[in-house]
């Protein structure tokens, strides 16, 4: 029987046992909560014949796409424990568009001269706002920079709602502005925003003192902000019915909220930026007693999500899929609140920064998918193919959750992409046990399939019909490829034949979109990728959008699919952290097991070997031994059970005593060496290394 890929709560319990017991104890690691699993719910398919995957989300009446307009405001805090806790800027009222350690936006209005706010980098523009929490009478605005001889450009706006600014004070254009009172129209305004634009001495965004005037009954006073008490009883106060949004903005989903202006970018590092999502959403009534999953393909770091108010679960990890289960919180037929809270700064969000950018947001798809009480909540299949690897056997283990002593059957079918049918018989059954599931295991012998491979792509879909007690509940859809991938005699073999991997590192990202794209970027990169004869991409530091993967299995092309955890050095050593890598490897495995384009699994990038590499690699050789798994920069010296030994940017005499001294010990890989991947087919000798099947060093042509 396969292992299936399936857990039934944030613990992230039911794989391999050696996980499991690490997953014991998270006190001291935020984790996802109960009612939060790793994206391997089926989307029940609304006909008899097969879908492409996208048409499958897009054209369902079980899958109701959450895109498009939100409320969303911005605010600042971090997780701790599990739980949010707001930043002081967001007590005092005050936000920034970053803020260096030590130098919070509260010091620029202390009256002490000693103190400043200062932007975290000398990149602009960079901002500050005050919200003086109600309306006043504003008359003038009195600024003393850090470097008083410096001349600084800024803009000055007011607002009474935080959406529509006023221009209170321009001095965008010209030498720039010192220290000084700037003149300014007077306005009744609640929100402050001083802009800064550039320090014409080269400087930071950096302010000792900024003083608002506002008109009182005995005369003009400076405005000072005072600390609202830390009321941890109110932070969820955004999700409520009655809560009003009416001075929020809108947001595009998905999108990353700095590309859309609301902060600054981060690079190898978090801010303590956190959004605030609303909208209001009928949900059909075909959705009544049936079973609803709230599904998100990627939310940057921590999202805590609330359905009419009430908190469904926390999911930690900004690369990962994960479903939320939201039926006893939906209320079919009506309309429905639907609210999410993401949080940058988490205890696990080392994993997720590294050599690129860190943007916030929900910023891939989203949806809500529904199912029956009883229904198809996983399937792995695998396709071991026969020793002249002509023929396959198709194998599937479908896991049914639902009522507990319920009988379940289920019959399949293999069908081609352009409908034909493949001449098998599936059939299985089971009884739901007492913690209401079952796993339902299929097979049978396919001959002479077509095989999945880069150069040929061929894509088939198995079709499962499901029914409980004797009555039809439910019919699903798996797309997958015949393929076979194997490490004989140090040599990688695809289907038998050794392969030549031309490859590069892709980062998931556009500078004018962040993570936030669409077909159009993904198939203008792989049609240049197919061009320049790249067959393999190394989804660099973190897996990419499911649709990514998607095209990548219709185009061909072989994937390095990555758990996304990234120089977290000295964490690798901690047995504590040890739940957030496992966490990330359950979510990406739970999503891209069944895709034929995944070569093999790349755990982490540049983390150094520690304790927690061994943990890792146990637990996704248990949950998916048909695939090659390394640690990146690991090599034969540890830890055990790695396919291939990785080296990043070695020189011509790293590969010559390679091949020298440790060629009979693993496969190498050079998976980073400018941007190129390749598989090494060794023990090889001399010049042929350059010129042999699955050879390219990436600094040089072959020879």
Known sequence: MINPIHLPHGLRTGLAAAAALLLVSVASQAQNTQGVTPATLPIPLPGASPLSPDKLRGSNPWNLPMTGQWRFALTHGQIVGGQFEPADNALWGLETS????????????????????????????????????????????????????????????????????????????????????VAVGPADVRFVKLTVLSD?????????????????????????????EADNTHVDDFAGLNFDDSHWNNLAVPSNWEIAGYSIPTYNSVDDTVGLYRRWVVVPKTFANRRVYWRFDGAMDGAEVYVNGTRAGYHESGFTAFDVDITDLVKPGVRNLFAVRVTKTTPSVDCETGDFQCLGGIYRETSLICVPRTNVSDITVRTPLSANYRDATFQADVVVHGTPGARVSLTGALLGVDGSRVPVSLTGSGNIDAQGSATVPLSAFVAAPRLWSAEKPNLYYSVFQLSVDGKPSERVEQRFGFREVEIKNNIVLWNGRAIKCEGTCRHDFWADKGFALTDKEWNQDLTMMKNANINAIRTSHYNHAARFLELCEEKGFYILDEVPFCWINEKNND????????????????????????LAWSLGNENG???????????????????????????????????FQDMHYPTPKDVDNYIKNDSGKLPAQFSEQPHIITTLVLPISGRKRWVKPGIRFGSHPPL
């Open 575 to 598: 047995p504590a952290f040890a739940p957030a890598l496992l966490a990330r490897a359950a979510d990406t495995l739970g999503r891209d097991k069944n895709r034929p384009c995944v």
């Open 609 to 643: 070997v520690g304790k927690n590499s061994q943990t890792v690699i146990d637990f996704v050789k248990n949950a998916d031994p048909t695939r090659p798994a390394f640690i990146s920069q690991g090599g034969y010296w540890g830890p055990k059970g790695q396919s």
């Open 98 to 181: 970053t803020s260096q350690s030590g130098h919070p936006a509260q010091d620029a209005f202390d009256g002490d001269s000693a103190t400043r706010w200062c932007a975290d980098s000398s990149s602009y523009p960079q901002w500050i706002t005050a919200d003086l929490r109600q309306t006043l009478h504003v008359t003038g605005i009195t600024l003393a920079w850090e470097t008083g001889d410096h001349k600084y450009r800024f803009k000055i706006d007011g607002s009474s709602d935080g959406k529509t600014w006023t221009t209170l004070a321009d001095a965008s254009t010209g030498p720039g502005v010192g220290d000084g009172p």
């Open 200 to 228: 014409g001495g080269g400087g930071w965004a950096s302010l000792r003192e900024i003083q608002i005037h506002v008109a009182g009954p005995n005369g003009d006073t400076i405005w000072k902000p005072t600390k609202m």
